[in-house]
């Protein structure tokens, strides 16, 4: 029942004059305009070397909130840059868990899909319950290798 709730609770959070939303057949997904943070980065090295040596920071100014399937509490966040004629998108699935958490089971990294160690997302509100940002971040280990994919995201402050 509390799961219920919050899918419910979570879902009307996301409807937004500012910001579109709408049904598909599979859930619903709304758009956010913003900028990641300048600690959005992707690291990336063997497992035994020092990966805060080892970044690359990660752009972007558009966030999509997917819930894939809406009555099981299943989010996808996508972060890209629009006007980017690369295809940089950095995106994470997961199951929704309390009020505001996304617990990670994909990362979705260019075309790769990688299945992280550990992994989580946020989702930012303001007074109003509309989505404000979002951050995520996972660890993924594999083959002697190491990726560290961390984004924070805000959408610009509305004026009060």
């Given at each position: 029942m509390a799961a219920a709730f919050y899918i419910l609770a979570l879902s009307a959070a996301l409807f937004g004059q500012d910001q579109p939303f709408a049904a598909?057949?599979?859930g619903y997904v709304q758009t956010l305009s913003g900028a990641c943070g300048p600690d959005s980065r992707v690291a990336e090295g063997s497992a035994d070397s020092d990966l805060s040596t080892r970044r690359s920071r990660f752009f972007c100014n558009s966030a999509v909130i997917s819930f894939t399937r809406i009555t099981d509490g299943r989010v996808m966040i996508q972060?890209?840059?629009r006007e980017r004629q690369s295809t940089s998108i950095l995106?994470?699935?997961g199951q929704a868990?309390?009020?505001?958490l996304i617990q990670v089971d994909a990362v979705y990294l260019?075309?790769?899909v990688l299945v992280p160690q550990e992994g989580m997302c946020k989702l930012f509100y303001d007074d109003s319950f509309q989505v404000t940002g979002a951050s995520c971040g996972a660890r993924i280990?594999?083959?002697g290798r190491?990726?560290?994919p961390i984004v924070s995201f805000e959408?610009?402050?509305r004026p009060t």
């Amino acid at each position: 029942m509390a799961a219920a709730f919050y899918i419910l609770a979570l879902s009307a959070a996301l409807f937004g004059q500012d910001q579109p939303f709408a049904a598909t057949p599979m859930g619903y997904v709304q758009t956010l305009s913003g900028a990641c943070g300048p600690d959005s980065r992707v690291a990336e090295g063997s497992a035994d070397s020092d990966l805060s040596t080892r970044r690359s920071r990660f752009f972007c100014n558009s966030a999509v909130i997917s819930f894939t399937r809406i009555t099981d509490g299943r989010v996808m966040i996508q972060f890209s840059e629009r006007e980017r004629q690369s295809t940089s998108i950095l995106g994470f699935a997961g199951q929704a868990i309390g009020g505001d958490l996304i617990q990670v089971d994909a990362v979705y990294l260019g075309a790769e899909v990688l299945v992280p160690q550990e992994g989580m997302c946020k989702l930012f509100y303001d007074d109003s319950f509309q989505v404000t940002g979002a951050s995520c971040g996972a660890r993924i280990e594999g083959g002697g290798r190491v990726t560290v994919p961390i984004v924070s995201f805000e959408t610009p402050k509305r004026p009060t």
